[in-house]
């Protein structure tokens, strides 16, 4: 069965400083991974996606994670950390596969909060 | 852009009614889900509904709901008798064939009193 930790279920950082929102995950079988954003009273807006090529991947708001195979990573950055950036973050696990399911599994979200 | 769109947006219902969450997903998309989030917690995988069945359920998904596509847009989740702890936020997602991405819908926000 596949699975999704994410380690820190509060992160606080200052304004312009490095945003990192760590995220390993359990499969059997090559995955596919995924960060969601999620602010306040929304719905969960992609951010970007693994789907096995560039291991690094670069997504919106200038957010981009690095697929490391070795250590079962998939850990989101942000260079530079904006008060808009404040919001919860989903990490999640599908398995590719011919079916019709692949189903999303999610971490429990970390909660970023931006301090001026 | 289009989008997946979710009606209501709230709905507040008496434990033991019925309730049905609407859900409109992008015109070409072929694979629908039901996703929940019981607030404070994480987004869990309910259904998922391919060519007018149902493709994989989880455990939470038992005999109370039910799912379909009755007219070829939108896309139902039904609560038979719903009880307190269905009280969530339900998100609809949906897929086409390429699987680059599930697009989720704003939600609804079940309360059962």
């Known amino acids: 069965a596949q699975s999704v930790t994410q380690l820190g279920s509060h992160v606080s950082v200052s304004e312009g400083a490095l945003v990192l929102l760590r995220c390993n995950y359990s499969s059997s079988v090559p995955p596919y991974l995924f960060w969601y954003v999620q602010y306040p009273n929304q719905g969960l807006q992609l951010l970007l996606k693994y789907t096995s090529a560039a291991t690094l991947v670069k997504g919106i708001n200038g957010f981009e994670a690095e697929f490391k195979k070795s250590e079962t990573s998939f850990h989101l950055t942000k260079p530079s950390a904006h008060m808009s950036d404040a919001a919860e973050y989903f990490c999640a696990v599908s398995i590719p596969r011919g079916g019709a399911t692949n189903k999303l599994i999610f971490g429990t979200g970390t909660l970023l909060a931006v301090q001026p | 852009e289009p989008e997946v769109t979710q009606t209501p947006s709230h709905q507040v219902t008496q434990m033991g009614q019925e309730v049905i969450l609407r859900c409109v997903p992008i015109s070409n998309h072929l694979y629908f889900y039901w996703y929940r989030q019981i607030l404070g917690q994480k987004v869990e995988f309910l259904v998922s509904f391919y060519n007018n069945e149902i493709s994989e359920k989880s455990e939470i998904f038992d005999d109370q709901f039910s799912v379909e596509r009755p007219d070829g847009s939108n896309f139902t989740l039904k609560i038979r008798s719903t009880k307190l702890e269905d009280s969530a936020m339900y998100f609809c997602?949906?897929?086409?064939?390429?699987?680059?991405?599930?697009?989720f819908g704003p939600g609804t926000r079940l309360t059962v009193l």
């Open positions: 997602a949906a897929r086409d064939r390429s699987y680059n991405e599930q697009f």
